[in-house]
């Protein structure tokens, strides 16, 4: 009995597990304290492990802060049991006594006799955090809510992020309205809400951007490089987007279809084809393009009709007849039309002096 009472009394003061005590105690942020007792073999291999495990929870700890979570903490009544336990030790009293001795190396903290508790190197046991802010205008107790608390930010420091996140907002709104396009929002949030904006605002200048490029890039095209049958395609868009996109790319299709008709058509009579026509649908001033065009071939049409029948019956059937059936025509047509009709006429004056100037018959 004498033998296991000192094993165990040289177990309590052996500075190596005051210096556990104290090094598991101290808050995870202040750095690992240093242990300049007897070291051995087992002391050395301890050390190591426990460098490694606060280098591993550290690391956990500061990945929970970076995603907004704060980690547990002491409850205060722990707290206030440790803090009383640290008073007693330093003040020479007796340590309670627990009922297992590994329960009994937890409240042997820094006492006179142990060597460490001078040291610059160990430091002070964390306070007791406080669930509770204190209102800066007021002075009544603020009081944060579940997600407010789990990012560690009390109801002031929530207010300013969420005015800031509202300035970022009307600043990307701003610049839409004023056609700037390249501003989207950029501020982290935190809050399902303000998640749900951020996004929206976002989507809705990129579709933009995206139908603005397009626009332009058919208008390019199709009026000033010429290049007809240019589409805007944008992905996956409905509602008015959708609606827009249908109504340029109809302008577009449409634009092209009158070009390409007239181009046939006034190709046509270069060839010497009258036999084509403008058939599109056509309003406004393009109507009246088309009905230009195709009056134009309908009297060319007739023009040539005519003029082919009379120099077949006059040229060759030897009838002297006139241009009858041209309806409508003016200016070099008309001219070309006259000409004709005196041609004939002197054909027909031609033919009746030799029977006028020929002997009668016998």
Same mark, same amino acid.
């Given at each position: 009995?004498?033998?296991?009472?000192?094993?165990?009394?040289?177990?309590?003061?052996?500075?190596?597990?005051?210096?556990?005590?104290? &090094? +598991?105690?101290?808050?995870?942020?202040?750095?690992?304290?240093?242990?300049?007792?007897?070291?051995?073999?087992?002391?050395?291999?301890?050390?190591?492990?426990?460098?490694?495990?606060?280098?591993?929870?550290?690391?956990?700890?500061?990945?929970? #802060?970076?995603?907004?979570?704060?980690?547990?903490?002491?409850?205060?009544?722990?707290? /206030?049991?440790?803090?009383?336990?640290?008073?007693?030790?330093?003040?020479? /009293?007796?340590?309670?006594?627990?009922?297992?001795?590994? +329960?009994?190396? *937890?409240?042997? %903290?820094?006492?006179?006799?142990?060597?460490?508790?001078?040291?610059?190197?160990?430091?002070?046991?964390?306070?007791? %955090?406080?669930?509770?802010?204190?209102?800066?205008?007021?002075?009544?107790?603020?009081?944060?809510?579940?997600?407010?608390?789990?990012?560690?930010?009390?109801?002031?420091?929530?207010?300013?992020?969420?005015?800031?996140?509202?300035?970022?907002?009307? %600043?990307?709104?701003?610049?839409?309205?004023?056609?700037?396009?390249?501003?989207?929002?950029?501020?982290?949030?935190?809050?399902?809400?303000?998640?749900?904006?951020? &996004? /929206? $605002?976002?989507?809705?200048?990129?579709?933009?951007?995206?139908? /603005?490029?397009?626009?332009?890039?058919?208008?390019?095209?199709?009026?000033?490089?010429?290049?007809?049958?240019?589409?805007?395609?944008?992905? *996956?868009?409905?509602?008015?987007?959708?609606? +827009?996109?249908?109504?340029?790319?109809?302008?577009?299709?449409?634009?092209?279809?009158?070009?390409?008709?007239?181009?046939?058509?006034?190709?046509?009579?270069?060839?010497?084809?009258?036999? *084509?026509?403008?058939?599109?649908?056509? *309003?406004?001033?393009?109507?009246?393009?088309?009905?230009?065009?195709?009056?134009?071939?309908? %009297?060319? #049409?007739?023009?040539?009709?005519?003029?082919?029948? $009379?120099?077949?019956? $006059?040229?060759?059937?030897?009838?002297?007849?006139? +241009?009858?059936?041209?309806?409508?025509?003016?200016?070099?047509?008309?001219?070309?039309?006259?000409?004709?009709?005196?041609?004939?006429?002197?054909?027909?004056?031609?033919?009746?002096?030799?029977? &006028?100037?020929?002997?009668?018959?016998?």
């Amino acid at each position: 009995m004498l033998q296991a009472s000192t094993m165990d009394m040289s177990t309590e003061e052996h500075p190596f597990f005051a210096y556990l005590c104290t &090094a +598991l105690s101290a808050p995870l942020s202040s750095p690992l304290a240093l242990y300049n007792g007897p070291t051995s073999s087992k002391t050395e291999t301890i050390q190591r492990n426990l460098s490694t495990l606060f280098a591993r929870l550290k690391a956990a700890e500061d990945a929970f #802060r970076s995603k907004g979570i704060e980690t547990p903490l002491i409850s205060q009544t722990e707290q /206030a049991t440790d803090a009383n336990a640290a008073t007693m030790l330093s003040e020479g /009293a007796p340590a309670p006594k627990s009922e297992s001795p590994d +329960l009994a190396v *937890r409240d042997t %903290r820094l006492a006179p006799s142990n060597p460490l508790s001078q040291a610059s190197t160990i430091s002070a046991p964390a306070s007791p %955090r406080i669930d509770h802010e204190v209102c800066s205008h007021c002075g009544a107790p603020a009081t944060r809510d579940s997600k407010t608390a789990e990012r560690g930010l009390t109801a002031t420091d929530e207010l300013e992020l969420l005015k800031t996140q509202v300035q970022d907002v009307a %600043r990307v709104c701003n610049s839409v309205a004023i056609g700037d396009l390249s501003k989207k929002i950029t501020i982290e949030v935190h809050s399902d809400a303000m998640s749900n904006l951020k &996004a /929206a $605002v976002n989507s809705m200048v990129d579709r933009l951007g995206q139908f /603005a490029q397009e626009v332009t890039s058919v208008s390019l095209e199709v009026g000033t490089q010429g290049i007809l049958g240019g589409q805007a395609h944008l992905p *996956r868009v409905e509602g008015t987007w959708l609606e +827009l996109t249908n109504v340029v790319n109809k302008l577009a299709a449409d634009l092209t279809l009158q070009v390409r008709c007239v181009a046939e058509v006034t190709k046509a009579v270069a060839r010497g084809d009258l036999s *084509r026509l403008i058939e599109i649908d056509a *309003r406004g001033e393009l109507l009246d393009m088309k009905n230009t065009v195709n009056g134009m071939v309908l %009297r060319l #049409r007739a023009l040539t009709s005519e003029v082919l029948r $009379v120099t077949r019956e $006059v040229g060759i059937q030897g009838e002297p007849v006139g +241009l009858e059936n041209v309806p409508d025509i003016e200016g070099v047509w008309l001219e070309l039309l006259i000409n004709v009709n005196q041609i004939c006429s002197f054909k027909s004056l031609t033919d009746q002096v030799p029977l &006028a100037l020929s002997p009668p018959p016998s």
